[in-house]
């Protein structure tokens, strides 16, 4: 048996078919085209593991996804490649129009094509797990219930509005052609082999290099964290028992003002990396212009997955930000890697211009 991933060297998706190598016998093959978000460092351990067939390859091509369908025959599709940087998009939205939305089309097309001419088993086996976002829900109010499977699209920024947009495709597959798509919206994910564009890597690597901390706006933004191997445990279980057709939020039930995450994130520096030369790493803390249209609030209500599938998180936010730190910690060779080339391009494109703005 085999199962197909998307982006599996990106954060999520390196993740999950690490994980995955670990726990079953069952061959991956990985498409990834190796955007500036993936790394085959972040693989290293089974990029000779012949359970592990990995295709520098773009999703938008339809004869090659076709070609590596037709050869190995996946019972399944798990689908994480996509441009995934809210503050990228903002700057510029074309890749995200190509990859998430045309590419996400051309990724069901095959799909459809490869279901509809399957021997009767294997079609009824098939599985197209389209892995989105919360943020296709917009912002919630202070006071508002977290986002439920029924909550209205509202995306705000051109990531979640291509986000939504491959969800309206993906179910719309299921509808018309059968298609047994099954969508997961997760919230905010961190954990190990996450790119320091995103957060908590990059107020980790930042940190350790004694530089500021950029917090946009008032820091009073509310995100809900989930962790990366939390995440990847829930996918597993909508693969082998959610139903097609469904969606399911994940959560990891823990709601943060990205200023008290910082300033917990800094407390842990604090003890498991002192800096001899600062006091306390929250003096590197520096407010910075806010991102254009930035959503308020996002909560996920996880309870379709924990009561149908008998999910739960095992992380606490705690214990995953210690992990977490830890791991960036002692994988120094890993960040150098990215510290080169492209990284420091979006640094100085992102942050030199909201300096400037001041
Ligand atoms: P990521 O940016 O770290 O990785 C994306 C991967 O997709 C990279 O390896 C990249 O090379 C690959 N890719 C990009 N365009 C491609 C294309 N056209 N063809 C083939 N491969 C391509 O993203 P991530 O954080 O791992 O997110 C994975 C999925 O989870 C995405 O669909 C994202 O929208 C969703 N998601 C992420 C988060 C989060 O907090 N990271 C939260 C909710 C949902
Ligand atoms: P991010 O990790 O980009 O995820 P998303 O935008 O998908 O939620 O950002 C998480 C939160 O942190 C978001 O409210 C924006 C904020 N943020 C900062 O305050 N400073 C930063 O340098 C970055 C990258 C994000």
Redesign the pocket.
């Given at each position: 048996m085999t199962v197909l991933v998307?982006?599996g060297?990106?954060?999520?998706?390196a993740n999950f078919v690490l994980e995955w190598l670990a726990g079953s016998d069952e061959t991956v093959v990985n498409?990834?085209?190796?955007?500036y978000?993936?790394n085959l460092k972040s693989l290293a351990t089974v990029l000779h593991d012949p359970r592990h067939v990995f295709a520098q390859?773009?999703?938008?091509d339809s004869a090659a996804v076709r070609k590596l369908m037709d050869l190995h025959r996946p019972r399944a599709i798990v689908h994480?490649?996509?441009?995934?940087?809210v503050d990228r998009s903002i700057l510029g939205p074309d890749d995200f129009v190509s990859?998430n939305v045309v590419?996400t089309f051309h990724l069901l097309e095959e799909a459809r094509r490869y279901h509809a001419a399957a021997a009767d088993a294997e079609r009824r086996d098939f599985r197209f797990i389209n892995?989105?976002?919360?943020e296709v829900y917009g912002s919630l109010a202070p006071d508002d219930a977290p986002f439920s499977e029924t909550h209205p699209y509202r995306p705000n920024s051109p990531y979640s509005a291509s986000?939504a947009a491959a969800d309206h495709l993906a179910r719309s597959f299921f509808h018309t052609y059968g298609l047994p798509v099954i969508t997961t919206n997760?919230?905010?994910?961190y954990g190990p082999l996450q790119?320091p564009e995103?957060l908590i890597p990059l107020m980790i690597l930042n940190a350790l290099r004694g530089a500021s901390l950029p917090i946009y706006g008032d820091g009073l933004n509310v995100r809900d964290w989930l962790y990366v191997a939390d995440h990847c445990a829930a996918i597993r279980l909508v693969l082998k028992h959610g139903r097609p057709g469904e969606t399911y939020n994940i959560g990891g039930d823990a709601q943060l003002a990205n200023i008290n995450l910082v300033e917990k994130l800094c407390e842990l520096l604090d003890e498991l990396a002192p800096n001899p030369a600062i006091a306390a790493h929250k003096q590197l803390i520096s407010y910075v212009p806010d991102r254009p249209g930035h959503d308020r609030r996002y909560a996920i209500d996880s309870s379709k997955i924990r009561r149908e599938l008998g999910w739960q998180p095992s992380e606490t936010f705690s214990s995953g930000l210690r992990r977490t730190v830890s791991w960036y910690l002692q994988n120094q060779d890993w960040i150098a890697d990215i510290e080169s080339g492209d990284y420091r391009h979006w640094i100085e494109a992102n942050y030199g211009n909201r300096a400037r703005q001041r």
């Open positions: 998307t982006g060297a990106g954060f999520i998706g498409i990834d085209k190796l955007s978000a993936g390859t773009d999703i938008i994480f490649a996509a441009e995934s940087h990859t590419g892995v989105s976002t919360d986000k997760c919230s905010n994910n790119f995103k």
